[in-house]
């Protein structure tokens, strides 16, 4: 998901490993849809990959920031 990718790429500590090591890559799942959960959100996206397994501190973020898009954003039915 586009709006998932640019917002990791805008945080300074994505920014600082691309500028570290141009070939660092983030990789992002496919939006999955699902019944509606108890918050009202019909998606989800589980895999989220960098070239740092060791950085969870970008986990974080990437669940922080695809969070707020399923509480702002539905996948078409």
Known sequence: MALVH?????????????QADPSFVIRIG???????????RNW?????ETGF??????HAEFRYIVDRLRNEYDLPG
């Not at 397994?53 to 970008?58: E, F, G």
């Open 30 to 40: 496919v939006p999955r849809p699902h019944q509606r959960d108890s918050c009202g």
């Open 6 to 18: 640019d917002r990791l790429l805008a945080l300074p500590m994505f920014q600082s490993a691309m």
């Open 53 to 58: 397994a060791h950085w969870p501190q970008c």
């Open 44 to 48: 989800n996206i589980e895999v989220f």
